[in-house]
């Protein structure tokens, strides 16, 4: 195992973002409980210049909301199977099912919106203006709660962030490297983030599986790379897609991007393919780099002059006709 520094070696970060709703938030189609309640994942988003979202990989709740898409899939393939029946042979068409579809899609878009908000999934928060990070799961269990109130030190535990989730320091918080042995006979790298003191907090740590291959743990240094440059509050966001609709949240990125002449919208103008191959370009330099020499290089802090839309390969924002579509065939809630 090995344990990460808080530092910026490759200094390179770049995380795809589908714009598949271009800049619009206000869109809902069959979704109308956005219009009533205020979902956590909008105050998320509200809060993205702020907070870094970290997730454990298959959760198991996430493919639970494919189910109700299968369904309303199956629907759709009775409608299509019926209406050739009709129309190749002398049996009626079964009518309730068109009313059936939009009933079906419009309740499950709905209730899948407000169950996926509450939806336990574990991961971590990063919190870059006040240092803190936050697990989505209960850290300590009766017992312990007990021992610390007796040692006048529950204060810590008790501490929630604005989702009511337990907070730590950012300077109590490591991350180390840890190797595993794969279905296959593959060694499989994954970063742990953790609690520096894990006889007091044992459940404060969350694995992400980062890389799939030991002999090239890169992608364990650019995951950890990029949470490390969240958190570097002195410094303005990384300019990559993931940011790009939050930068104007965050004052101290604001003005170095007027100070740094930037466009508005950069990345919005960049297909999500070649998002894709800017990201793969930035995976081969990392592979180049000696991770080991700790040497640091500059930052990309004007990718305008070194990448440009390709206008053949235009981004395509989904329109509103393709968000009901989607919503009605696999009751997706955007």
């Known amino acids: ?68 898409g299968g369904g309303s899939f199956y629907f759709w393939f009775i409608l299509v199977l019926n209406s050739l029946v009709a129309l190749f042979s002398e049996e009626d068409f079964t009518w309730y099912i068109v009313y059936l579809i939009p009933i079906y899609s419009f309740f499950v878009v709905n209730l899948l919106g407000l169950f ?89 740590k969350l694995t992400i599986n980062a890389s799939g291959d030991t002999s090239k743990p890169v ?34 990125t604001k003005s170095f991007d007027e100070s740094n002449g930037r466009p508005k919208g950069f990345w919005t103008q960049f297909s999500l393919e070649q998002q894709r191959e800017i990201e793969e370009q930035i995976f081969q330099e990392a592979l180049k780099f000696d991770w080991s020499e700790g040497k640091v290089q500059p930052e990309i802090t004007r990718p305008w002059e070194v990448w440009t839309p390709d206008p053949k390969r235009p981004p395509k924002p989904r329109g509103m006709f393709t968000m009901i579509m989607l919503q009605l065939v696999f009751c997706y809630p955007e």
């Not at 995951?223 to 949240?249: A, F, G, N």
């Open 219 to 252: 992608q364990c240094f650019l995951e950890w790379e990029s949470i490390v440059r969240h958190m570097e509050q002195d410094k303005p966001l990384p300019d990559t897609p993931e940011y790009e609709l939050y930068r104007e949240l965050d004052p101290i």
């Open 116 to 204: 996926y908000d509450r939806m336990p999934i574990r991961g971590a928060y990063f919190d870059r203006i006040e240092q803190k990070v936050s697990f989505t799961w209960k850290i300590g269990n009766a017992e312990e709660l007990e021992e610390l109130e007796e040692l006048e030190e529950l204060e810590e535990l008790e501490e929630l962030d604005e989702f009511g989730n337990p907070i730590f320091d950012w300077d109590d918080i490591e991350c180390i490297i840890k190797n595993e042995l794969g279905a296959l006979g593959l060694m499989k790298a994954f970063i742990e983030i953790r609690h520096k003191d894990l006889e007091r907090y044992p459940n404060a």
């Open 1 to 68: 195992m090995n344990t990460l520094q808080k530092n910026s070696f490759f200094n390179r970060f770049f995380s795809e973002h589908s714009f598949k709703g271009g800049v619009n938030r206000e869109r809902c189609g069959l979704a109308f409980y956005k219009k009533f309640y205020d979902p956590k994942s909008e105050v998320f988003f509200k809060l993205k210049s702020r907070y870094l979202y970290k997730a454990k990989d298959g959760d198991i709740l996430f493919f639970l909301l494919c189910i109700p």
